[in-house]
């Protein structure tokens, strides 16, 4: 029995019903951090703003590749400092999932593929910057 329908904005609107998430699409809970609380807790790390070209290497395991996109900046001592060029990433999100260590509220994240995502921002060790990239 079906108890509830994918409704996207439009339809939920005509509905009277309120929006719910696709088949496929990510919801992550987040923790109650803002950004920059994010930012201040990393010693040496990169800030990347966006993934972008995602496709996977291994369905099995779940490994996943694709390019920084639209910013990555240099974070030291708590602060942004530099930006640097964009990568190619090689990673699973069970992996990213365990190595997570902070996160923000989860907020809407449209890919640029098609798709919407609630996530968080997260500060992740270790993440596999595989090479880098002339992406822009």
Do not use: C, H
Request: aromatic share 8%; proline share 4%.
């Amino acid at each position: 029995m079906v108890k509830n329908l994918f409704y996207d904005r439009f339809w939920a609107s005509k509905a009277g019903r309120q929006p719910t998430p696709g088949p496929g699409d990510l919801i992550l809970d987040g923790q109650d951090n803002s950004l920059d609380d994010l930012i201040k807790s990393v010693d040496r790390g990169l800030l990347i703003t966006r993934l972008w070209y995602i496709r996977f290497l291994q369905q099995r395991t779940l490994q996943l590749t694709g390019l920084t996109r639209d910013g990555v900046f240099l974070v030291e001592n708590g602060k942004v400092t530099d930006p640097v060029t964009n990568f190619r990433w090689n990673e699973s999100p069970v992996r990213v999932l365990q190595n997570a260590k902070k996160m923000t509220k989860s907020a809407r994240a449209l890919g640029s593929e098609g798709g919407s995502n609630i996530a968080p921002a997260m500060v992740v060790a270790d993440f596999n910057l595989a090479s880098v990239s002339d992406a822009v």
